[in-house]
């Protein structure tokens, strides 16, 4: 559904280690995923996406998991950097164009 | 290609004031979509339009906000007699849409960021 008006959850990680960013999406009829990032007073930007078709989708140190049996989408980045802080959505889209982003998680690396 | 431009970037206004927020898409790009982000929360969908149409408006508050596509130039979101609650930052994307590209990749403009005094 909606993105609502909740206050971000925030996972924080030691640079270096890998994170794991995890995403429950409402409508079952969606057969495209995105992950965007977006950094403080910026917009957002795209990270990667995946398509229903497919479970797993690698890029350059980030990988994008979907489980459609239970609706769930994660983002893995491996070895974090201090430039990956920032809150990251995953993005669905149930429907014609419409992209419908989910609630956001801040990503808070520890030196 | 100087991406999805927004303008103002910062804009003050009293309440019962007009708020007119302007998106310029990237170029080739049929599909304008506009969220809203309070502090510290997600994107909220307000309306997605393609030249001279609303297709999905959904988002939109049924009073006082309004938004257009027209065939030249920017799309404009609109907020009349804006009250203390519209502070927030509007975020455009825009896209070529699924027909062109496949998957509906949205490519966002950096904000526009309203405060109602």
């Known amino acids: 559904g909606e993105s609502v008006g909740l206050h971000l959850p925030t996972l924080s990680v030691q640079e270096g280690d890998n994170s794991i960013i995890n995403c429950a999406y409402s409508n079952s009829a969606s057969d495209y995923f995105i992950w965007y990032k977006q950094e403080s007073g910026k917009g957002p930007q795209f990270i990667i996406d995946?398509?229903?078709?497919?479970d797993k989708r690698q890029g350059q140190r980030v990988t994008v998991l979907l489980n459609k049996t239970v609706k769930h989408l994660s983002l893995q980045i491996a070895a974090t950097q201090p430039g990956d802080s920032a809150v990251y959505f995953c993005a669905e889209n149930p429907i014609d164009d419409k992209i419908i982003f989910g609630k956001g998680t801040r990503l808070h690396i520890l030196p | 290609n100087a991406g999805v431009m927004q303008n103002p970037r910062h804009l003050v206004r009293r309440r019962g004031q007009e708020a007119r927020l302007r998106c310029s898409p990237m170029?080739?790009?049929?599909?304008v979509y506009w969220y809203r982000q309070l502090p510290e929360e997600g994107l909220k969908f307000m309306v997605y339009l393609q030249k001279e149409n609303i297709i999905d408006e959904s988002g939109m508050p049924k009073e006082r906000f309004s938004a257009e596509f027209p065939k030249e130039g920017p799309s404009i979101l609109r907020i009349q007699q804006v009250v203390r609650g519209d502070s927030a930052a509007y975020f455009c994307?825009?896209?070529?849409?699924?027909?062109?590209?496949?998957?509906?990749?949205?490519?966002f403009g950096a904000g526009s960021r309203l405060t109602v005094l």
């Open positions: 994307a825009s896209s070529p849409g699924k027909e062109v590209s496949g998957a509906n990749v949205l490519t």
């Open positions: 995946i398509r229903s078709n497919m």
């Open positions: 170029k080739g790009h049929s599909h």
